[in-house]
Nanobody
Framework: QVQLVESGGGLVQAGGSLRLSCAASGVIVRFNTMGWYRQAPGKQRELVAAITSGGSTNYADSAKGRFTISGDNAENTVYLQMNGLMAEDTAVYYC?????????WGEGTLVTVSS
């Protein structure tokens, strides 16, 4: 069983930065993609950024230029560096690993940006 544990969320003022981390444990043969999603109150969960095992990245338009995703394949860890945070970035952020045809999710970490 794969378990994902996120850390790094919290309260930050607008314009500030946070770095989220997600470490996977359990039986991991090889992942396809690691990513971060977020869900704001009353909204659907949406992709923020993703990185493949080969290092290709994909960002939501709202994250481009402000957020950077990186991963450590050997440690099965993914990071999300968030700069220039805005009030609309307030959400619960979820780590996601895609392994074969399965999705694994973390419990989520709350990011609150005060304006």
């Amino acid at each position: 069983q794969v378990q994902l544990v996120e850390s790094g969320g919290g309260l930050v003022q607008a314009g500030g930065s946070l770095r989220l981390s997600c470490a996977a444990s359990g039986v991991i043969v090889r992942f396809n993609t690691m990513g971060w999603y977020r869900q704001a109150p009353g909204k659907q969960r949406e992709l923020v950024a993703a990185i493949t095992s080969g290092g290709s990245t994909n960002y939501a338009d709202s994250a481009k230029g402000r957020f950077t995703i990186s991963g450590d394949n050997a440690e099965n860890t993914v990071y999300l560096q968030m700069n220039g945070l805005m009030a609309e970035d307030t959400a619960v952020y979820y780590c996601n690993f895609k392994i074969a045809n399965l999705d694994f999710w973390g419990e989520g970490t709350l990011v609150t940006v005060s304006s």
